[in-house]
Each structure stands twice: as C-alpha cells, then as structure tokens.
C-alpha cells in the first residue's frame, strides 16, 4: 500500500475546532501508513472560521470546500467525492469520532479485494465510548435491523468507510437524504463484498451532534427509497395496500360525518366513496408511483376512477364466482377473495395504465 494515493473526504457543519486535531491525526497516520492522504474538508458555509483552520494547518495535501446555499451530510459526501480525482476514496466524520488510524486497515481491504470497508463498532475488536446509552444503542441497532434486507453486514450505519472510484462510478440513480450515505453508496453501487474492521467509536469533544429526530425521519424516508430501488414492484405494492387501507378508514369517517351533518344514506354514501377514491389517487400519486407527479393530474384521475371501477366489477364478478364454485364458502369468505382479486387488478391498472412510467 505504501504511495497509494486516498482521498479522505470530511463533510463538515460547524466543526472548526475539530480541524487541528483531526488533521494532527491524520498526519501521522499519513507517516506511519506511507500512504499518500489527501484530505478534503467540505463545509456546508458553517462561517465558523473553518476556512481560516484549515490555511493555519499550512498543507498542500489539505484543502477546503465551501458549499453555498446547500446543506446534508450526504450530499456534501457525493460533491467531495465528485470533485476530487484519486481512485481510492475514504469518507469519514469530523468529529473525532472515527479514528484515522485505521485508514491503512480500510484501504487494505480494498486492496485484498473487497468493493467496500466499513470501519465497524459491532465487530469482534469493535467497540463504542462509555457515552453511549441504552436508548442510543437501541436506535443504532433498530436502524441497523431496518437496513438488513440490503446487507447482511454488521454495521451498515456507520459513516467511516473506503470505496474505489471505479466502484463509485457504477451508482445508479444516487439519490441521498439524511446521513447514511454509505448504505446509500453500498447499495447503489451494487457492492456484493464489502468488508469491516473494528474500530473504537468515541463520542465528540466539540460541537453538536447532528443526530436529530428529523435526522431519523430522513433515514425512514431514505430507506423507502432504497426498498423502491431495490425491491420496487413489491414495494409497490404494499404501498398500494397500505393506502387502500387508509381509503376504508376514510370511507368511514367520511360516511359517520355525512350522516351526523343531516346528509341521506345514499348522498352519505356517495360522498364517502368520492372522498376516498379521491385520497387514494392522491396518495398513490404522491407515493406509491412517485415518478408520476409530473404528469397531468386530470387525466390521470379519470383514468384512475376508470380503474377502480372496472376493479369494482372483477370484485363482484369474482366474489359471485367463488360461491359458485365453492357453495359451502361462507359469503364473507368469497367477498375477501373478490377484495384481493380487485386489488390486484387496481394496482396492475394502477401501475401500467394510470401512473405508468414514460418510455425512455
């Protein structure tokens, strides 16, 4: 590994006084490992004074990026990475909270072979700092749990990692939010060897931690976006379940308020299946088939209304078929398999006829 040239990409929000300590680490991580580091500091325009930190390091090998009217961990990764140019790219924290001493440990993984290194703290050698407490330990490893359909790893959430340019530049359709970028890059990559070495996580000396529970939404809605990547026709369907869920609930209340407001049975009715019909389209649109939004929302209702009529028939036609065949089948029964087979009917017009994605 001795000369192998890395760039060592450090997002950064209001974290100046983090950069002389780390730099000094790094530092003699760069004499001890032999390996040519090039440090890259990429600050969300914090106006700490991080600019003035990194000239008083006075070296050639450390330099600083300032965005402007943009902010996120994520992105801030994608811009260092897409601004510098050596095939070997480790990414980690400014907080002190990874240790730069075991660079030399994620590269030579790389080097042995692996598309991606973690530096892992639930590993055997791993370890956390004495800060961490049940509640932060069990967020950590529920996130973990949430990731596992896309790795069988260890530590798939940690934010100090290796990858090769090479491997960088296979992603498709990156598409970041929140923090977790390196299960972003693991999966979009397509990286099937990933390796970890342990690594003691510390808690940071200075500054704030920007682990916030908006932070933990936008991981939620960063591994939605990973399952629709990954598993999109499955979890689109279950998207389409869950909202069809919702229109009975709607349907309901919708129906118990008509009739408490004086409305008839059948204009109660007729209201409560407007309204539902309408927040299915609505959330379906705006979910389940996401792609869609652009498109001409009129049309895309009276299709959708066309669907879900015609999926009201299958329904009917499909109940009154299975008390045909089966006569002992309770009706309750035929009517769950004629819900199920209008479902299913509704998501494939859904997905092919309504929301159906542009060619090309």
Not at 20 to 26: E, F, G, H, K, T
Not at 173 to 191: F, H, S
């Amino acid at each position: 590994m001795a000369g192998a040239r890395v760039d060592v990409i450090v997002p950064t929000f209001r974290e100046v006084k983090n950069v002389a300590p780390l730099v000094a680490r790094l530092r003699r991580a760069r004499a001890d490992s032999g390996l040519d580091l090039f440090v890259t500091f990429v600050d969300d325009d914090s106006g700490d004074g991080i600019d003035e930190a990194v000239r008083a390091e006075g070296e050639d090998w450390v330099r600083l990026i300032v965005r402007k009217g943009e902010r996120g961990l994520s992105t801030a990764v994608i811009r260092g990475i897409t601004q510098t140019t050596h095939e070997i790219i480790v990414v980690m924290d400014a907080d002190l909270s990874h240790p730069p001493e075991r660079i030399p440990d994620l590269v030579r993984s790389l080097e042995e072979g692996a598309d991606m290194a973690f530096g892992s703290r639930y590993v055997a050698g791993g370890s956390t700092g004495e800060g961490w407490g049940l509640f932060r330990w069990l967020n950590s490893r529920v996130a973990t749990l949430l990731a596992r359909p896309f790795t069988r790893i260890e530590d798939p959430m940690s934010g100090f990692f290796a990858l090769r340019r090479s491997t960088f530049g296979v992603a498709e359709d990156l598409n970041p939010v929140g923090y977790k970028i390196g299960l972003e890059l693991l999966v979009k990559c397509g990286c099937k060897n990933v390796a970890e070495v342990p690594i003691h996580f510390v808690d940071r000396v200075h500054g704030e931690s920007k682990l916030s529970f908006a932070e933990q939404l936008r991981y939620l809605r960063h591994l939605r976006r990973l399952y629709m990547h990954v598993f999109r026709h499955s979890t689109e369907f279950v998207h389409f379940a869950v909202v069809g869920a919702s229109g009975v609930a709607v349907n309901l209340g919708v129906l118990t308020l008509g009739l408490a407001a004086g409305l008839t049975r059948a204009a109660a009715v007729a209201l409560a299946i407007g309204v539902s019909v309408t927040t299915n389209f609505l959330l379906n649109r705006r979910f389940t088939f996401a792609h869609a939004r652009h498109y001409p929302l009129a049309r895309q209702f009276v299709h959708y209304v066309a669907s879900v009529a015609l999926g009201a028939l299958v329904n009917f036609w499909v109940t009154l078929a299975l008390l045909d065949l089966f006569p002992r089948l309770l009706p309750h029964g035929a009517a769950l398999g004629g819900i199920a087979a209008g479902m299913v009917f509704n998501y494939l017009t859904a997905k092919f006829f309504v929301f159906r994605r542009a060619r090309g």
